[in-house]
């Protein structure tokens, strides 16, 4: 952004962008271990407490989305094609939420399976595209505050 002050909606994309991104790089960590029997879940037991932190990040980030459309929408109220912009950045979110919280893309695996890891490279794209949205809901949050210096520079209110 090209002011110093950021603004809870910034922290709040921030928040958004990292729990997602995190909870989906964890799965992918998660399926890198072997399977070995149905009833005990792969791993070490303390990265199954953490797995229960991811769960509670997963299901925090999909309603931080309930929310960042409208504070974003808001915020843009005078920018109106960034509004629209934003809409689509979210939405594009709200497309990921869906394809990670649904398992789409992600391999199927037999309950009777036991063996080497099948990794679910799914998550790892997932990941990435969480930080690709953020990184874009942060631009355009950017962009208000560039337009919104070109008013002032032009001598016109900013509101």
């Keep these: 952004m090209t002011t110093k002050r950021r603004g809870g909606l910034w922290w709040l994309t921030v928040g958004w962008t990292s729990m997602a991104a995190i909870s989906c ?6 399926s890198t271990f072997p399977v070995t029997h149905v009833d005990n879940p792969p791993g070490p037991s ?3 407490r953490i797995g229960a932190l991811a769960m509670m990040l997963t299901v925090l980030s999909a309603l931080t989305l309930v929310v960042l459309l409208p504070a974003g929408l808001i915020r843009l109220r005078r920018a109106w094609r960034l509004a629209l912009v934003w809409i689509g950045a979210v939405a594009a979110g709200v497309a990921l939420e869906i394809t990670f919280l649904g398992g ?3 391999p199927l695996v037999s309950a009777a399976y036991s063996g080497p ?3 679910d490279w799914m998550y790892l794209v997932e990941s990435a ?7 874009s809901l942060i631009k355009i949050l950017g962009g208000r505050a560039q337009a919104r210096v070109e008013l002032e520079s032009r001598g016109v209110a900013a509101g």
């Design 104 to 106: 789409y893309g992600v």
């Design 46 to 48: 303390w990265l199954i």
């Design 25 to 30: 790089a964890y799965e992918f960590f998660w």
């Design 117 to 119: 890891a099948v990794l």
């Design 129 to 135: 595209g969480f930080l690709i949205v953020g990184a």
